[in-house]
């Protein structure tokens, strides 16, 4: 689940690439990375993971900090080339808020992409989570200008992944990269969204808004260099409500007792407060 520090006022999420080799993982992350402003982003790293390689960096999707002063950033994880050792990958999606599956939709891919989602299935049971139950997105990457998305939906029912988002990406020249990513953002923010009103009773109240099923991420800053929009989630932290319960204020002397009533979300409590007055004579 992502990190939400109410005192730090920071949203943390990772997001795991995960797909075969030679499925554009790399790719993808290689171009998100260019398409970002330097000053949003982390050093895109290559870091040994055993006898693997993990590729990873972080950025924010905001140029500034949300209306209520939260700044949101993403961890971007994926493993290189061909990954000798599937606990590698396991650890991996350790902790992972969304995963982005990327398969080549070439028919000469079938059974490695097979096996690959059957692999991530067991992979997410060994920490007690679903692939249903974690924000994901299907991406077909092609690697071939002109290639078109007609294979979409069968590829996503023989690899029973119909009720994910599908989309279609070229990386030949990054076409539907970013989009897939906006997406997967999407649903990562709506379980944030989720979990904060289960928790609201318990903690600072931290709302945000979820985006409609089929709305753009956008954002009144440009965060991506060149032309593609990028996201806005709105968050806003509830006032609590206070109520004064009754106008006939109780005075005893130098002591005024003031009822009220305070709401934060549906918890309302009931309380008087005390104020004493002293009044200091000037010698």
Same mark, same amino acid.
């Given at each position: 689940?992502?990190?939400?520090?109410?005192?730090?006022?920071?949203?943390?999420?990772?997001?795991?690439?995960? *797909?075969? @080799?030679?499925?554009? %993982?790399?790719?993808?992350?290689?171009?998100?990375?260019?398409?970002? %402003?330097?000053?949003?982003?982390?050093?895109?790293?290559?870091?040994?993971? *055993?006898?693997?390689?993990? #590729?990873?960096?972080? &950025?924010?999707? &905001?140029?500034?900090?949300?209306?209520?002063?939260?700044?949101?950033?993403?961890?971007?994880?994926?493993?290189?080339?061909?990954?000798?050792?599937?606990?590698?990958? %396991?650890?991996?999606?350790?902790?992972?808020?969304?995963?982005?599956?990327?398969?080549?939709?070439?028919?000469?891919?079938? @059974?490695?992409?097979?096996?690959?989602?059957?692999? #991530?299935?067991?992979?997410?049971?060994?920490?007690?989570?679903?692939?249903?139950? !974690?924000? @994901?997105?299907?991406?077909?990457?092609? &690697?071939?200008?002109?290639?078109?998305?007609?294979?979409?939906?069968?590829?996503?029912?023989?690899?029973? #992944?119909?009720?994910?988002?599908?989309?279609?990406?070229?990386?030949?020249?990054?076409?539907?990269?970013?989009?897939?990513?906006?997406?997967?953002?999407?649903?990562?923010?709506?379980?944030?969204? @989720?979990?904060?009103?289960?928790?609201?009773?318990?903690?600072?109240?931290?709302?945000?808004?979820?985006?409609?099923?089929?709305?753009?991420?956008?954002?009144?800053?440009? !965060?991506?260099? *060149?032309?593609?929009?990028?996201?806005?989630?709105?968050?806003?932290?509830?006032?609590?409500?206070? !109520?004064?319960?009754?106008?006939?204020?109780?005075?005893?002397?130098?002591? #005024? %007792?003031?009822?009220?009533?305070?709401?934060?979300?549906?918890?309302?409590?009931?309380?008087?407060?005390?104020?004493?007055?002293?009044?200091?004579?000037?010698?």
């Amino acid at each position: 689940m992502a990190l939400v520090n109410h005192a730090k006022k920071e949203i943390n999420a990772k997001i795991v690439y995960y *797909g075969p @080799a030679g499925s554009g %993982k790399s790719t993808a992350l290689s171009y998100i990375f260019s398409r970002i %402003k330097p000053s949003l982003r982390g050093d895109l790293k290559s870091v040994p993971a *055993g006898a693997d390689n993990l #590729l990873l960096f972080d &950025f924010s999707p &905001f140029e500034t900090p949300l209306p209520n002063g939260y700044r949101f950033r993403l961890h971007v994880y994926t493993l290189t080339g061909i990954v000798t050792n599937p606990a590698t990958w %396991k650890m991996t999606l350790k902790g992972t808020d969304g995963i982005i599956i990327m398969v080549n939709p070439a028919a000469e891919q079938a @059974a490695e992409n097979c096996e690959s989602v059957s692999q #991530l299935r067991d992979f997410l049971s060994a920490y007690g989570v679903g692939l249903h139950e !974690t924000p @994901a997105v299907l991406q077909l990457n092609s &690697f071939t200008q002109g290639d078109t998305p007609d294979k979409m939906v069968p590829i996503a029912a023989a690899l029973d #992944l119909s009720t994910l988002v599908t989309c279609h990406s070229n990386s030949a020249c990054g076409e539907g990269l970013l989009e897939a990513l906006a997406v997967l953002s999407r649903q990562v923010i709506d379980r944030v969204n @989720a979990k904060e009103q289960t928790d609201r009773a318990e903690k600072p109240d931290l709302s945000i808004a979820p985006t409609a099923p089929n709305t753009p991420i956008t954002s009144a800053s440009t !965060t991506l260099a *060149g032309s593609e929009k990028s996201s806005i989630v709105q968050l806003s932290i509830d006032t609590p409500l206070v !109520t004064l319960l009754s106008e006939d204020l109780n005075v005893e002397g130098t002591t #005024l %007792k003031i009822p009220l009533e305070i709401q934060n979300g549906t918890i309302r409590n009931s309380f008087v407060v005390t104020v004493s007055i002293s009044v200091a004579l000037a010698s």
